[in-house]
């Protein structure tokens, strides 16, 4: 059974993880972000290392401690943090965040990502822990888009794509095939917010994946948050990419979106 590190921002998902993998009889040893990661992720894992944001040095100490050999990188981190010239910063962690030019979400955990190939950490696939959070094609909720929404679903994903590949953002919001709103450094849930004040109602929303999209981070994820923002600016309804997609708490998204009226479709 393997050691595994969990390097864990923000929200839900590291708890999941950590849960799956102990289940397969893994070693969970956690890395959280103070005042970033949850302090329930204690409960979930064999033992957790509490690091100050930009401490990467001695993340790197800690595992060689912990003789640890793959890690995992989940949780959400808000993008807008790397583009701060941060004085928390350590030596190691200016290597990466302070020398490229291209401060993207996705550059900059790849260059995370080499720097622990270098030192015989693998960054892991997560959908070997988390496989059971990714629906396949179809129609989730009783609730079922119109044919003009159906469109305007098609219309979204073609932009979602190219978004994605230009690496700007991951989600459209759309109504009658013209764009309300894309999503780029604030995040998904303030694009859509956006889109509602812009639209008042009747649009759908549309999240997309990278072209090759790394299964290892930053992987697309839906969770309750981004559909009660869907509900509250007036969305009708929410489409995202199989195979390529996290969808968290799948029995009480369907239950809350066909209670609002709110169709949720894998595409």
């Known amino acids: 059974m393997a050691r595994i590190g969990l390097v864990a921002g ?4 590291p708890i999941l993880f950590a849960d799956a993998a102990k289940a397969k009889g893994e070693t969970v040893i956690a890395f959280g972000l103070k005042g970033l990661t949850s302090d329930e992720l204690a409960k979930h894992v064999d033992k957790i290392h509490w690091l ?31 583009l701060k010239n941060d004085d928390r910063f350590d030596d190691e962690a200016k290597k990466i965040f302070g020398k490229n030019k291209d401060k993207k979400d996705y550059t900059l955990l790849g260059e995370v990502a080499k720097l622990l190939q270098s030192v015989g950490v693998k960054v892991i696939d997560l959908t070997a822990y988390l496989g059971d959070l990714i629906p396949s094609k179809g129609t989730l909720t009783k609730t079922a888009p119109a ?55 009747g649009f759908v929303v549309v999240k997309m994946a990278r072209p090759e999209q790394d299964m290892r981070f930053d992987v697309p994820l839906i969770g309750l948050d981004t559909l009660k923002a869907v509900v509250e600016a007036g969305a009708k309804v929410l489409a995202f990419e199989e195979k390529k997609t996290l969808l968290m708490n799948r029995e009480e998204m369907v239950k809350f979106a066909d209670e609002n009226g709110v169709a949720i479709v894998v595409i």
Do not use: M
Not at 54 to 74: C, D, F, W
Not at 153 to 171: F, K, N, P, S
């Open 10 to 13: 923000y929200g839900e998902l």
């Open 52 to 82: 100050e944001w930009g401490g990467l040095k001695k993340g790197l100490l800690l595992l060689a401690v912990e003789r640890i050999g793959q890690i995992a990188l989940l949780g959400k981190i808000k993008k807008e943090i790397f």
């Open 147 to 201: 044919e003009s929404e159906w469109e305007d679903v098609r219309y979204g994903e073609h932009i979602g794509r190219e978004l994605a590949r230009l690496d700007i953002g991951q989600t459209v919001a759309v109504r009658d095939k013209t764009v309300i709103s894309v999503e780029a450094v604030e995040g998904t849930d303030e694009a859509i917010r956006r889109a509602g004040a812009l639209a008042k109602q």
